[in-house]
């Protein structure tokens, strides 16, 4: 989907908002814009949901955010006021960049490690530190 809106949303305000190319391509910029802070949002919510809830509350922050991701993809398309549009759209951008960035990694990468190091608390040391077993 990422890609998708990268590719299309200069084009999508040029035709539905009637912008010059260039002023579009300066709207749909602010989609990419969204990693600035983004990456480091999704890490951190990441991060305190695992401390407090686990590898659980991992996967019940990334199922929430695929559905507002949703949410506001839906709102993003019903917009017909340009402000309001280019807000819906960076709402889905931040969804989407969480979601992509340190969501779904850092639950693959939990999963993995519980899977590999097993119960025996020395190994789950050398993975957990990466010292021996999988480094990811």
């Given amino acids: 989907m990422e890609l998708t809106i990268d590719n299309i949303a200069a084009l999508y305000f040029t035709d539905t908002f009637h912008l010059a190319l260039t002023a579009a391509g300066i709207v749909a910029g602010s989609f990419g814009m969204m990693n600035l802070f983004a990456r480091a949002l999704g890490g951190i919510v990441s991060d305190r949901f695992h401390r407090r809830w686990g590898l659980r509350g991992r996967a019940m922050l990334l199922g929430t955010t695929i559905f507002a991701e949703g949410l506001a993809l839906m709102l993003f398309s019903q917009m017909r006021v340009l402000p309001l549009a280019i807000a819906a759209m960076m ?22 490690r519980s899977r590999s190091c097993g119960r025996d608390r020395r190994r789950w040391r050398q993975c957990r530190f990466g010292h021996g077993g999988i480094s990811i």
């Fill in 91 to 112: 709402l889905t951008g931040l969804f989407i960049r969480c979601r992509t960035v340190h969501l779904l990694p850092g639950s693959i990468r939990q999963q993995t």
